[in-house]
């Protein structure tokens, strides 16, 4: 991969004519210690986020040590990447084959589960030849919770209920060597109180299953920073779940463990996209819905933005985006805030799509292709380079 100092170099020497990603791998680098040296217990990268094999050397370069896997692709590439890290396999509902592979073949022991369905599916995956039952499966119980303080829903797919959950539960702890519960409070969760309500309806299926629980796992969810969403610290998420987690009638050797996407790789990438053309306060340009931006067209993200020419002197007016495939759903209503004299011909550089972005392209109408760089200069916002002041005390989350 080529290296530049920044956004702007890149244009000034190859004057692009499809979109470039660039990655910014001392970003991650930070993020992943900060999560190893911060978080008070085991730090899960979830793949999905940014299944980049780059990126997930410098996760594991950095001391991330443990991958959430949810597809027997993604548990491939992170075997071939790094031989030695441990795979958890956690998406509640896997095909036979990938359980088989992934068991048999790559040395997957932890799987998650939501139904006596997957429990039996599991079981019998992992059967020896002599139809024996595997002794050292690590099974996690996925809890149903809340998404109401997240950006993005993740409460309606996955997760049995309190109903359910007790006697999943027990049934789970029949077969498991080392029984965990874990959950998802929903992406970019942007308060703490998230993981508190989620530990509460831990605690209550805990209690009533009466089991030993070996390990809990408060998922991902943990926010990166975007215009308009500026999250308490992480310090404070990891304190108060710290605090709930201890409280818990668990083992008392039981782990603590998270599974982080978006805080540990939105700072990695950003997109240099060119204007094709200008149509009032409409740009068209080359990279868009289909492309890394899905979020921005999809669920209406506000991403940052910056001009890269010199010469644009005007001061900055709101842009929406279309995208280059011939869909009108290519479409990014920002607002976008860029100098008003852009023109055709001009770049931007869109920050903090390093999650859910550059793992989102797609090759529709033959827009796929994207160079990827490597730059050396800051992240168009971060929550790991001491710049953010400690915000107000409202943002602060009482303790019961
Ligand atoms: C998507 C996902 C994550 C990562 O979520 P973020 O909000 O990106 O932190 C973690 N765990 C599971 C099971 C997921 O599906």
Redesign the pocket.
């Known amino acids: 991969m080529q290296h530049f100092p920044d956004a702007r170099s890149v244009v000034r020497a190859l004057a692009p004519d499809e979109p470039i990603i660039l990655n910014r791998p001392h970003a991650a680098a930070r993020a992943a210690r900060f999560f190893v040296e911060k978080f008070p217990g085991k730090s899960l990268y979830?793949v999905?986020?940014n299944p980049s094999p780059d990126l997930v050397q410098i996760l594991w370069d950095n001391g991330v040590t443990h991958y959430?896997v949810?597809s027997i692709a993604e548990v491939r590439m992170v075997r071939s990447v790094l031989p030695e890290a441990t795979l958890c396999f956690?998406?509640p509902v896997k095909s036979p084959g990938a359980i088989r592979e992934a068991y048999f073949k790559h040395g997957v022991k932890t799987f998650?589960l939501d139904s006596s369905e997957e429990l039996a599916k599991i079981v019998d995956a992992t059967r020896a030849d002599d139809g024996s039952e595997a002794t050292d499966l690590r099974l996690c119980v996925r809890l149903r919770v809340s998404s109401e303080h997240a950006a993005l829903s993740?409460a309606s797919k996955f997760g049995c209920d309190l109903t359910e959950g007790p006697a999943l539960l027990q049934e789970s702890r029949q077969y498991a060597d080392w029984l965990g519960v874990?959950f998802?409070v929903g992406?970019?969760a942007m308060s703490p109180f998230a993981y508190v309500q989620a530990l509460d309806r831990t605690r209550a299926a805990i209690a009533e299953a009466s089991v030993v629980i070996d390990m809990i796992d408060v998922?991902?969810?943990?926010p990166s920073v975007y215009p308009g969403m500026e999250p308490p610290p992480l310090e404070d998420y990891f304190k108060i779940i710290h605090q709930h987690f201890y409280a818990l009638p668990i083992a008392y050797n039981a782990e603590l463990w998270c599974?982080?996407?978006?805080?540990l790789c939105a700072e990695y990438s950003s997109l240099v996209v060119k204007v094709e053309k200008r149509r009032g306060e409409e740009l068209y340009i080359n990279d868009g819905a289909y492309g890394a931006l899905f979020d921005a067209a999809h669920v209406d993200w506000k991403f940052p933005v910056r001009a890269l020419e010199d010469d644009l002197i005007k001061p900055a007016m709101d842009f929406a985006f279309y995208g280059p495939t011939c869909d009108d759903a290519d479409y990014m209503p920002g607002p976008f805030a860029l100098p008003e004299d852009i023109q055709a011909g001009d770049y931007v550089e869109i920050g903090m799509l390093g999650?859910?972005g550059a793992a989102m392209k797609t090759d529709f109408n033959g827009f796929g292709a994207a160079e990827r760089i490597i730059v050396t200069d800051e992240p168009m916002a971060s929550l790991y380079d001491g710049s953010r002041a400690r915000p107000a005390a409202d943002n602060v989350v009482s303790l019961r």
């Open positions: 979830a999905k986020a959430d949810a956690m998406h998650s993740l874990c998802h992406s970019q998922g991902g969810g943990f599974e982080p996407g978006r805080a999650a859910y």
